[in-house]
């Protein structure tokens, strides 16, 4: 290290990591105030990134770059239309089934309100509070923030679509300019493609693990004799691209739905068979595989679930692996000093050569003791070792006759 480089981290290092977390959330802080911007335009990248792929194999079998990118185009606008167009329908036919259940809603709020008044609730009290739930004020609140969650929603449709148009237009230049960049800073590029190439794994796995699991859940849910199976499956597609928590919201729905059709035990067997499904593939599953389509760990993607929510609202839970894989290989990778961070985030590790392991984190192993290397490591260490002594030992040798034939030869006075 040099004297400059000393100079610089001359503070102390709790003083170091304290301002890095501060740093931090003032990112995360600024990123949830420009959400509305940065979410659509990221959502973007990432679904023309995802079928780059096919625009690619266009280009290699000779079309031209213009009919290329239109088709990466098409591709992108048609899975968003039919994934809305599927919501619009499930909302639709819900919204058809529902009134033919009123009698089983009527019955079920009068055994709510028999089982309220043997805890100790008046149907009086019960009924107030309703009335307060439903008063003109809350149901004018209610449909106040509906429409201004549309607009935002219609906003950020529109953003999406724009900003995919113009990064489709723009992908027919971009091999050009990846070879012009990679011709001065191959380090960027490199990032830049490990990047692109988990966010395309990331959409393939969260894709065929949705199949999976709406197929899954329809037979469940057809074998209990739920209503609307076909609609809770097509929301458990939807749902499963968010991470680890996306079954919580497809299981209440069809259990809802099973309570009013067939009555608590049926709601009870759907709640669990659809748990179980949705739990085990989409939280033990598929973190670990699409984990390892992007290079964290389970437990990083989970976290970083949290964390994108917070900063990019509820489109960050759709984006939150890949927005971790792009800080990860745009800014801790190409980093020396942070590599110790990408180490410990990664599911994939270099088995280590020479290190010292605890005993907290290694049992078995002792504090201060070596690390077993390979054998054929260990000998030709050795061996280099012994060669370089040899060396050693006859360059010395060499000096000690240079300097004996120099007093020989010279003249005496």
Same mark, same amino acid.
């Given at each position: 290290?040099?004297?400059?480089?000393?100079? /610089?981290?001359?503070? +102390?290092?709790? !003083?170091?990591? $304290?301002? @890095?977390?501060?740093? %931090?959330? =003032?990112? *995360? &802080?600024? #990123?949830?105030?420009?959400?509305?911007?940065?979410?659509?335009?990221?959502?973007?990248?990432?679904?023309?990134?995802?079928?780059?792929?096919?625009?690619?194999?266009?280009? /290699?079998?000779?079309? +031209?770059?213009? !009919?290329?990118? $239109?088709? @990466?185009?098409?591709? %992108?606008? =048609?899975? *968003? &239309?039919? #994934?809305?167009?599927?919501?619009?329908?499930?909302?639709?036919?819900?919204?058809?089934?529902?009134?033919?259940?009123?009698?089983?809603?009527?019955?079920?709020?009068?055994?709510?309100?028999?089982?309220?008044?043997? !805890?100790?609730?008046?149907?009086?009290?019960?009924?107030?509070?309703?009335?307060?739930?439903?008063?003109?004020?809350?149901?004018?609140?209610?449909?106040?923030?509906?429409?201004?969650?549309?607009?935002?929603?219609?906003?950020?449709?529109?953003?999406?679509?724009?900003?995919?148009?113009?990064?489709?237009?723009?992908?027919?230049?971009?091999?050009?300019?990846?070879?012009?960049?990679?011709?001065?800073?191959?380090?960027?590029?490199?990032?830049?493609?490990?990047?692109?190439?988990?966010?395309?794994?990331?959409?393939?796995?969260?894709?065929?693990?949705?199949?999976?699991?709406?197929?899954?859940?329809?037979?469940?849910?057809?074998?209990?004799?739920?209503?609307?199976?076909?609609?809770?499956?097509?929301?458990?597609?939807?749902?499963?691209?968010?991470?680890?928590?996306?079954?919580?919201?497809?299981?209440?729905?069809?259990?809802?739905?099973?309570?009013?059709?067939?009555?608590?035990?049926?709601?009870?067997?759907?709640?669990?068979?659809?748990?179980?499904?949705?739990?085990?593939?989409?939280?033990?599953?598929?973190?670990?595989?699409?984990?390892?389509?992007?290079?964290?760990?389970?437990?990083?993607?989970?976290?970083?679930?949290?964390?994108?929510?917070?900063?990019?609202?509820?489109?960050?839970?759709?984006?939150?692996?890949?927005?971790?894989?792009?800080?990860?290989?745009?800014?801790?990778?190409?980093?020396?000093?942070?590599?110790?961070?990408?180490?410990?985030?990664?599911?994939?590790?270099?088995?280590?050569?020479?290190?010292?392991?605890?005993?907290?984190?290694?049992?078995?192993?002792?504090?201060?003791?070596?690390?077993?290397?390979?054998?054929?490591?260990?000998?030709?260490?050795?061996?280099?070792?012994?060669?370089?002594?040899?060396?050693?030992?006859?360059?010395?040798?060499?000096?000690?006759?240079?300097?004996?034939?120099?007093?020989?030869?010279?003249?005496?006075?």
């Amino acid at each position: 290290m040099t004297a400059e480089d000393a100079q /610089r981290w001359m503070l +102390p290092r709790t !003083l170091i990591v $304290l301002l @890095s977390i501060i740093a %931090v959330i =003032a990112v *995360l &802080i600024l #990123l949830s105030q420009v959400s509305t911007f940065v979410a659509p335009v990221f959502l973007g990248f990432n679904l023309v990134i995802a079928v780059m792929p096919l625009q690619q194999w266009l280009l /290699r079998i000779g079309t +031209p770059k213009v !009919l290329a990118a $239109l088709a @990466s185009l098409l591709t %992108v606008y =048609a899975f *968003l &239309i039919a #994934l809305l167009w599927s919501i619009y329908w499930s909302v639709q036919s819900l919204v058809v089934e529902l009134p033919g259940y009123s009698a089983e809603f009527n019955r079920m709020y009068r055994d709510t309100l028999v089982w309220l008044e043997s !805890l100790g609730i008046s149907q009086d009290e019960a009924l107030q509070q309703l009335q307060n739930a439903f008063s003109p004020s809350a149901i004018a609140s209610a449909v106040g923030m509906v429409a201004s969650d549309a607009g935002v929603a219609l906003a950020f449709l529109a953003t999406l679509f724009v900003v995919i148009f113009f990064l489709c237009w723009d992908s027919m230049g971009l091999p050009e300019r990846i070879k012009r960049i990679a011709a001065s800073n191959p380090g960027i590029v490199r990032g830049i493609d490990h990047f692109a190439a988990g966010v395309q794994r990331y959409w393939v796995v969260a894709t065929i693990f949705g199949l999976i699991v709406s197929v899954l859940d329809f037979v469940a849910l057809t074998a209990l004799g739920v209503p609307l199976a076909l609609v809770w499956a097509v929301f458990a597609f939807v749902t499963n691209y968010i991470p680890n928590v996306g079954f919580v919201l497809g299981v209440i729905p069809p259990t809802l739905m099973a309570l009013l059709a067939n009555g608590p035990l049926n709601a009870l067997l759907t709640a669990i068979l659809f748990s179980v499904i949705n739990f085990v593939m989409q939280s033990l599953i598929q973190p670990k595989v699409a984990g390892d389509a992007v290079g964290v760990t389970p437990a990083t993607s989970f976290l970083s679930l949290l964390v994108w929510a917070f900063a990019l609202g509820p489109v960050g839970a759709l984006l939150a692996l890949p927005a971790t894989l792009a800080v990860k290989t745009l800014l801790i990778d190409p980093d020396p000093k942070l590599h110790w961070v990408s180490k410990f985030i990664s599911n994939k590790l270099e088995p280590a050569r020479d290190g010292r392991i605890g005993r907290a984190i290694g049992p078995g192993v002792q504090v201060g003791e070596r690390t077993a290397e390979p054998r054929a490591e260990r000998r030709r260490a050795a061996k280099q070792g012994r060669g370089e002594r040899g060396r050693a030992k006859r360059s010395k040798a060499d000096r000690g006759a240079g300097r004996g034939r120099g007093k020989r030869g010279a003249p005496q006075q």
